[in-house]
């Protein structure tokens, strides 16, 4: 199984520590925080990458393969330069402190960061002022069950 919750929770938890603003969940059931604030949203949840490896360890079979995980992620601020300044910083620690923190701590490598490209939208006469960006992450997937021994097979031919 991808810990995922593990994996979202040291992700969200390290970077809005580190940068100093809420980063929630887009289409969340929260409130939407004062600007400045960033967004998320995983937008690949763990697609298996070529075939698992299959051990038997202490009467249990364990299934072990690499999958791909990606995020996309938003700033949210009042004028264009705070928005851009927001991404790139995001962006700055997924390619240091965040990198090793997610490695440490929840066995996930940082594959690529993405570019930032700008996405603000009008709001009828305001602006939204938002600039994103994709990470892409490669972990583990481990599925453990228990061992069953074939007893004994019928061979024809």
Do not use: C
């Not at 929770?9 to 390290?14: A, D, S, T, W």
């Not at 990606?70 to 264009?80: E, I, L």
């Amino acid at each position: 199984m991808i810990p995922f919750e593990d994996i979202r929770k040291v992700m969200i938890e390290g970077l809005s520590s580190a940068i100093g603003v809420p980063v929630i969940e887009i289409d969340g059931t929260g409130k939407v925080p004062k600007y400045p604030f960033l967004s998320y949203d995983f937008t690949d949840e763990g697609s298996p990458r070529g075939n698992m490896a299959i051990t038997v360890e202490n009467n249990k079979t364990i299934h072990t393969g690499t999958v791909v995980l990606s995020a996309t992620f938003q700033s949210y601020a009042k004028t264009r330069l705070d928005s851009v300044n927001l991404a790139n910083r995001a962006r700055d620690w997924f390619e240091t402190a965040g990198h090793r923190l997610l490695k440490d701590n929840v066995n996930v490598v940082v594959v690529d960061v993405g570019a930032t490209t700008n996405t603000d939208v009008q709001l009828g006469t305001e602006w939204e002022r938002r600039n994103g960006f994709e990470v892409d992450f490669r972990t583990v997937n481990i599925i453990e069950e228990e061992y069953t021994p074939i007893e004994s097979v019928h061979v024809r031919g």
